[in-house]
């Protein structure tokens, strides 16, 4: 018997590693939407087996051709059972179409450049799509240019809360190829949610958020300068970038069927409670990290009115402030303080959520924009 497993271990060997988009697509599956034929005719529509698990979203601007690849790639192959039918729909998208039940978008950019990007949601709606569509990155490419949120042609789906994530191909002739899998692979994932991927992107997001977080505690480091003293933009930033991790562990959620687990619940909360390390590892404060919904301001001048939307559905922005002129997109500034309504932030609290994101606004020019959408009868305070 001895002598057959000693056999056994010498034919087959030790089973290799697996890479990380591997953990979360059994290699099989992965090998078969990345080899599947981009011919025949146009699929702009793989219909899932559960009406009400919702939508992913593939959405495409000016060029369509990614997506189009993408889902040829999944539709043929769930047709003939060479990969199982998505629980939600996939479906290809333009800017200005949204469909209510949608858990997720991902959206094509215009090709530029010879590293292919992958540009984060806001962080108003930091979702794990981000974290999904980077780990297939990866496995395309090696070598991925992954950053925070900067305008590309993204569609505004005024208070949608949809995550959307956006790839940029290279310019490049094996770009548009590399694109469309990554697209497949990360749109059949999402929709396939609960899989046997599920804990291992448990694990990835854990290991993703300390890897943002990382990116943000160089900007916090900088900011503080020589002699290392955090100032408040500094701590407003980096408690701010903790959050967006934590609502990204916690949109993992939407995709599980309801109720969900209490076990997975539980799991989830240690997760969130456990990246609040950072904050006192790095020694940008020896107290323990408080939420923004906990925390005593005390500091003069702040606004603790709670904006409420009079109506459901987006918020006409109205002329920005001359504060904001002084930032590359002032009209994303203006979407995501709308984004960050939700009846129990104070304008303190969105005017900090959105200057984390984006760079310090003046509070008096928060505070202004608010008061002329309450005159507009955009929203109302309590």
Same mark, same amino acid.
């Given at each position: 018997?001895?002598? +057959?497993?000693?056999?056994?271990?010498?034919?087959?060997?030790?089973?290799?590693?697996?890479?990380?988009?591997?953990?979360?697509?059994?290699?099989?599956?992965?090998?078969?939407?990345?080899?599947?034929?981009?011919?025949?005719?146009?699929?702009?529509?793989?219909?899932?087996?559960?009406?009400?698990?919702?939508?992913?979203?593939?959405?495409?601007?000016?060029?369509?051709?990614?997506?189009?690849?993408?889902?040829?790639?999944?539709?043929?192959?769930?047709?003939?059972?060479?990969?199982?039918?998505?629980?939600?729909?996939?479906?290809?998208?333009?800017?200005?179409?949204?469909?209510?039940?949608?858990?997720?978008?991902?959206?094509?950019?215009?090709?530029?450049?010879?590293?292919?990007?992958?540009?984060?949601?806001?962080?108003?709606?930091?979702?794990?799509?981000?974290?999904?569509?980077?780990?297939?990155?990866?496995?395309?490419?090696?070598?991925?240019?992954?950053?925070?949120?900067?305008?590309?042609?993204?569609?505004?789906?005024?208070?949608?809360?949809?995550?959307?994530?956006?790839?940029?191909?290279?310019?490049?002739?094996?770009?548009?190829?590399?694109?469309?899998?990554?697209?497949?692979?990360?749109?059949?994932?999402?929709?396939?949610?609960?899989?046997?991927?599920?804990?291992?992107?448990?694990?990835?997001?854990?290991?993703?958020?300390?890897?943002?977080?990382?990116?943000?505690?160089?900007?916090?480091?900088?900011?503080?300068?020589?002699?290392?003293?955090?100032?408040?933009?500094?701590?407003?930033?980096?408690?701010?970038?903790?959050?967006?991790?934590?609502?990204?562990?916690?949109?993992?959620?939407?995709?599980?069927?309801?109720?969900?687990?209490?076990?997975?619940?539980?799991?989830? +909360?240690?997760?969130?409670?456990?990246?609040?390390?950072?904050?006192?590892?790095?020694?940008?404060?020896?107290?323990?990290?408080?939420?923004?919904?906990?925390?005593?301001?005390?500091?003069?001048?702040?606004?603790?009115?709670?904006?409420?939307?009079?109506?459901?559905?987006?918020?006409?922005?109205?002329?920005?402030?001359?504060?904001?002129?002084?930032?590359?997109?002032?009209?994303?500034?203006?979407?995501?303080?709308?984004?960050?309504?939700?009846?129990?932030?104070?304008?303190?609290?969105?005017?900090?959520?959105?200057?984390?994101?984006?760079?310090? +606004?003046?509070?008096?020019?928060?505070?202004?924009?608010?008061?002329?959408?309450?005159?507009?009868?955009?929203?109302?305070?309590?």
């Amino acid at each position: 018997m001895k002598l +057959l497993v000693a056999f056994l271990l010498l034919q087959l060997g030790p089973r290799p590693p697996l890479t990380p988009a591997e953990t979360l697509i059994e290699p099989e599956l992965l090998r078969t939407i990345e080899r599947s034929s981009v011919e025949g005719p146009a699929v702009r529509v793989i219909q899932g087996s559960d009406a009400g698990a919702g939508e992913i979203a593939v959405v495409c601007g000016a060029d369509c051709e990614p997506a189009e690849w993408a889902l040829k790639k999944l539709g043929p192959a769930v047709r003939a059972k060479q990969i199982p039918q998505p629980a939600r729909t996939i479906r290809i998208v333009t800017v200005e179409m949204l469909r209510g039940n949608t858990r997720a978008a991902i959206f094509v950019g215009p090709s530029k450049g010879q590293t292919l990007q992958v540009i984060r949601g806001l962080w108003s709606t930091a979702g794990i799509a981000d974290e999904v569509v980077e780990v297939f990155a990866r496995q395309a490419v090696g070598m991925i240019d992954a950053r925070g949120y900067e305008s590309v042609g993204q569609p505004r789906w005024e208070q949608s809360g949809v995550p959307i994530t956006t790839i940029v191909p290279p310019a490049d002739a094996g770009g548009l190829d590399r694109s469309s899998f990554i697209i497949a692979a990360s749109a059949y994932f999402l929709a396939t949610l609960p899989n046997p991927g599920a804990e291992a992107l448990l694990s990835h997001l854990t290991v993703g958020a300390h890897a943002r977080l990382a990116e943000d505690g160089r900007k916090a480091v900088a900011q503080m300068g020589n002699q290392q003293r955090a100032g408040a933009e500094v701590l407003i930033m980096f408690g701010q970038a903790i959050e967006r991790e934590q609502r990204r562990m916690q949109s993992f959620e939407r995709f599980m069927p309801a109720p969900v687990d209490p076990m997975l619940h539980s799991r989830i +909360l240690e997760m969130q409670k456990g990246i609040t390390s950072v904050w006192t590892s790095m020694g940008i404060t020896s107290s323990p990290f408080v939420p923004a919904a906990e925390r005593i301001r005390g500091r003069g001048g702040e606004d603790l009115r709670v904006p409420v939307k009079t109506k459901p559905g987006g918020i006409a922005p109205l002329e920005p402030p001359t504060a904001f002129l002084k930032f590359d997109t002032p009209g994303i500034i203006l979407y995501e303080l709308a984004n960050f309504i939700d009846g129990k932030r104070s304008i303190s609290d969105i005017r900090d959520a959105v200057s984390a994101e984006f760079g310090a +606004l003046p509070l008096p020019s928060v505070v202004d924009y608010f008061e002329r959408l309450g005159k507009s009868g955009a929203v109302t305070f309590k």
